[in-house]
């Protein structure tokens, strides 16, 4: 192997497939893209949770293998995204009361936190704590140091998935001969590549259509507000369309060509008859009737989950939409038609180098590679150069987004005891949780019956029950 390099590795998980990048930061603040590999994952993840793990780390090693051997170097460490449909925001508030009245200070604030940090959740795990406000007496602050009170009360938002969802990552990274650079909950990774700050502050909705889920972010005065995974995205509509007696790469194409979110004249927006392979063909309103049902039942899903916050008409900065099935066109029309919602911004990328020509400009262009690039931006550490067998395990991979805020601030970010890592088990051949079941129905791909309204009125009273159990009430 040649020398040792400064780059950093970072690797997404994702349900339709495994990405990972090795690059370098550039002098200027950018980053350069050196290689990009990634893996089909459809039999091994699901709705953005591992659930196969011997083929998951069968993926990550042939990924991992081929960075290293386009950069000639040995790859150490890994940064990882964690997400998946057990991902949601939950409220939470403890309150301490003062002997006399006293000046607040950090350790009172760091008590507050360590406390709220020990909060259990059913199969949970807290992830990371965004602070939001601490009531003073009447009044409310973000900066309650240096005020004289006799309580105190911090309000959080904690981040929370299953336990079994870092487990499994832990596991596929471990089972490669490589340790964790880091941990980063990708949603708020990407979030921070592709908010400015004035959209943060003024308040704003990004919502991340993926394959297999859509996550929705609200943030206010420059701080998460709420959180939620929809287990529906993209492949629903392949699927829909696959159900049709069509290969799924070919209904996978049929969505990105001629699908349209919504269409304001079918009859003419819509071709007759669309030719597909060995001489067959489908319908072009037929196609574009699975489309817009699939499209309808995602966007409202996304609206009830910003509507049931108190933020949805204080989202001065409007609805930033990105990810892969964001390319679906007249997506932003659906929106509008849907929701009477009409401050959106669409197709929004992360900024990075690469070679002209290379096979990442595509992906570059239409926001597929938006979380990975996220991710790697994250990345703060040399991941090459000695073998990780070598390496001690970091004692909490987990980077928490309320660190580097409590960094500037100068308070103890060494505390968070709750999130350590314990002690992980050898990786299994195979692993699911106990959502297998729901898993498996969510899979089934119903019949569109030949009226949309129908079709999705159905789908949307079972999938809207579901959808309000997802995160706790705002």
């Not at 990972?20 to 930061?25: F, L, Q, S, T, V």
């Not at 000639?72 to 003062?98: E, P, R």
């Not at 968070?416 to 992980?424: A, C, F, N, R, T």
Request: glycine share 6%.
């Amino acid at each position: 192997m040649a020398a040792e390099k400064d780059l950093i590795v970072a690797i997404e998980l994702g349900s339709s497939s495994i990405r990972g990048i090795i690059g370098k930061k550039t002098t200027d603040g950018g980053i350069e893209i050196l290689n990009i590999e990634q893996e089909i994952t459809s039999d091994c993840i699901r709705k953005g949770v591992v659930y196969n793990i011997d083929k998951t780390i069968q993926c990550l090693n042939r990924i991992i293998e081929r960075l290293q051997e386009s950069q000639d170097t040995y790859i150490n460490k890994v940064y990882v995204g964690i997400g998946g449909k057990s991902l949601h925001t939950a409220k939470n508030s403890i309150l301490k009361n003062l002997d006399d009245r006293v000046i607040i200070t950090h350790e009172m604030v760091e008590e507050l936190l360590k406390e709220n940090l020990s909060t259990s959740y059913p199969d949970s795990e807290i992830l990371d704590v965004i602070p939001q406000e601490y009531r003073i007496g009447n009044g409310y602050t973000t900066e309650p140091v240096g005020i004289q009170s006799d309580q105190i009360e911090g309000n959080f938002l904690n981040v929370i998935a299953r336990n079994s969802v870092k487990e499994n990552l832990i596991k596929c990274v471990k089972g490669t001969g490589r340790s964790v650079a880091g941990f980063y909950i990708s949603s708020l990774a990407l979030a921070e590549s592709l908010l400015a700050d004035t959209e943060k502050r003024s308040g704003c909705a990004l919502v991340d259509f993926g394959a297999d889920t859509t996550t929705v972010a609200i943030f206010k005065n420059n701080l998460l507000r709420h959180l939620a995974v929809i287990p529906l995205g993209g492949n629903n509509i392949t699927h829909d369309i696959a159900s049709k007696q069509i290969e799924f790469e070919e209904a996978e194409m049929l969505k990105l060509k001629f699908g349209l979110a919504y269409a304001e004249n079918p009859d003419t927006d819509c071709p007759n008859k669309i030719a597909i392979s060995n001489d067959r063909t489908i319908i072009g309103k037929e196609l574009q009737e699975i489309v817009e049902a699939r499209m309808e039942e995602i966007i409202i899903n996304v609206w009830e989950q910003i509507n049931n916050t108190k933020y949805c008409d204080k989202l001065m900065a409007g609805i930033i939409i990105t990810g892969c099935t964001a390319n679906i066109k007249n997506l932003e029309k659906a929106f509008v038609h849907y929701t009477n919602f009409d401050k959106l911004k669409c197709g929004r990328i992360v900024a990075a180098q690469t070679k002209t020509g290379s096979p990442e400009e595509k992906l570059l262009r239409d926001g597929k590679l938006n979380t990975l690039l996220s991710l790697f931006t994250k990345g703060n550490i040399n991941c090459t150069g000695v073998d990780s067998t070598t390496l001690d395990e970091p004692e909490n991979p987990i980077v928490l987004a309320s660190d580097a805020k409590n960094e500037e601030k100068g308070m103890d970010t060494t505390k968070h005891e709750p999130v350590q890592l314990q002690g992980i088990p050898e990786p299994m051949a195979v692993e699911e949780d106990n959502e297998t079941a729901q898993e498996e129905e969510e899979k089934t791909i119903k019949e569109p019956k030949e009226k949309k309204s129908g079709w999705f009125s159905s789908a949307w009273s079972k999938i809207k029950e579901a959808s309000k159990k997802i995160v706790e009430e705002d």
